[in-house]
């Protein structure tokens, strides 16, 4: 499979693109929502925004992480310590 020649750039328009249609639905859906006694609100777009985040995010940029963690994570325990200080 052939790289876009201007992939990066490619990338960036697509997902521009995809928000840009993605709102225009969702405009679209809540002005036509046929059932007025429970009308559809900004919140129940909720778990569609955060896939499509995901999607853009991670997905669409998957060429451009690597296996090795960022340098400012490489030397951090794995974990967090969250046991309170004893009283005195």
């Not at 499979?1 to 990066?8: G, I, K, L, R, T």
């Not at 693109?17 to 225009?24: F, G, H, Q």
């Not at 998957?62 to 004893?86: C, F, G, I, L």
Request: net charge negative; aromatic share 8%; glycine share 2%.
């Amino acid at each position: 499979m052939n790289a876009h020649p201007n992939e990066p750039q490619a990338r960036e328009q697509y997902a521009d693109e995809l928000v840009r249609r993605y709102r225009e639905l969702r405009r679209w859906a809540v002005e036509n929502w046929p059932n007025t006694a429970q009308p559809l609100e900004a919140s129940d777009f909720i778990a569609t925004d955060r896939e499509l985040q995901l999607l853009l995010g991670a997905r669409l940029h998957a060429s451009k992480q690597s296996d090795q963690p960022p340098a400012n994570v490489q030397n951090q325990a794995q974990y967090q310590d969250v046991t309170p200080m004893p009283w005195p």
